[in-house]
């Protein structure tokens, strides 16, 4: 059985953490999937936006410390970084998000815990059900998050609550994950309001898109002068692009574009 199912429908990927017995619990096996996945759906050029989610009402409850822990040298092996990507199995199996070049969306419901939280922030957005549960539970056990949690925590909710979270190991609902930034929508039903949202996004060239989410990754905390830099150099490739042309033509006719494959 796959550990990572993957749905593709009109450009919109649905993948799954699928062990819903165990709430999607985190295993080598499944963190292996999740790096697999996202590289394969990286180089798909039709791709319009990818929708992230747990089967069976939950998002994963972290890692399965009983599954890891059973397989020491497996374990390690993950654990040593691959020096062309400078991550580890368990950090690109939330980084390697950040590498896919569409817009990539986290529905969460139920538990979102330890290596869930750094998964979901490996997301460029995350809509939650507003009683779903949240923690950085890492600190309970004496140790950090190191799935790339450390720098996407405190990109997306500032220094000081990332550390209050990661030294705390606080138990937060969705509504508190939301007011502190961790979530950035409340739904009912996350991965329907995640699914209008990717295909609001379709509604954008691809070309646009993977060059803002390149910008912003690329560029958050570097100098004024190299962002505007990269600026130039992305809206240069951009404005001899077919894409735009479309994009342009579709919004002075009012039309709905329909555009070719990402360069």
């Keep these: 059985m796959a550990l990572v199912t993957t749905t593709i429908s009109?450009?919109?990927a649905q993948v799954r953490l699928n062990r819903p017995d165990k709430l999607n619990a985190l295993t080598l096996d499944l963190l292996t999937e999740l790096v697999e996945t996202a590289r394969t759906l990286?180089?798909?050029k039709s791709l319009r936006a990818v929708v992230i989610a747990g089967e069976g009402g939950s998002f994963t409850a972290g890692?399965?410390?009983a599954s890891v822990l059973?397989?020491?040298k497996k374990m390690w092996t993950a654990f040593a970084p691959r020096p062309w990507r400078g991550t580890n199995t368990f950090q690109e199996a939330a980084w390697a998000w950040r590498r896919v070049p569409v817009p990539v969306i986290a529905a969460i419901e139920g538990h979102c815990l330890g290596g869930g939280v750094q998964i979901a922030l490996g997301a460029d957005?995350?809509?939650a059900t507003p009683d779903s549960t949240w923690s950085v539970l890492e600190g309970k056990w004496g140790i950090i998050p190191d799935m790339s949690g450390m720098r996407s925590m405190?990109?997306?909710?500032?220094?000081?609550?990332?550390?209050?979270?990661?030294?705390?190991a606080q138990m937060l609902t969705g509504e508190e994950?939301?007011?502190?930034?961790?979530?950035?929508?409340?739904?009912?039903?996350?991965?329907?309001?995640?699914?209008?949202f990717a295909r609001q996004l379709?509604?954008?060239?691809?070309?646009?898109?993977?060059?803002?989410?390149?910008i912003f990754l690329d560029t958050w905390g570097a100098s004024p002068r190299k962002v505007f830099r990269r600026e130039r150099f992305e809206q240069l490739k951009l404005l001899v692009g077919t894409n735009t042309k479309i994009a342009q033509k579709a919004a002075f006719k009012k039309e709905k574009p329909v555009y070719e494959p990402r360069r």
């Design 10 to 12: 009109d450009g919109i």
């Design 42 to 44: 990286g180089k798909d």
């Design 63 to 65: 890692l399965d410390f």
């Design 70 to 72: 059973k397989e020491p």
């Design 125 to 127: 957005f995350r809509f």
């Design 154 to 168: 405190a990109e997306v909710v500032g220094l000081e609550t990332a550390k209050r979270l990661t030294m705390t």
């Design 177 to 196: 994950a939301h007011r502190l930034g961790l979530v950035g929508e409340l739904s009912a039903d996350p991965i329907a309001s995640a699914t209008a």
């Design 202 to 214: 379709a509604e954008r060239s691809p070309d646009a898109l993977a060059a803002t989410k390149r």
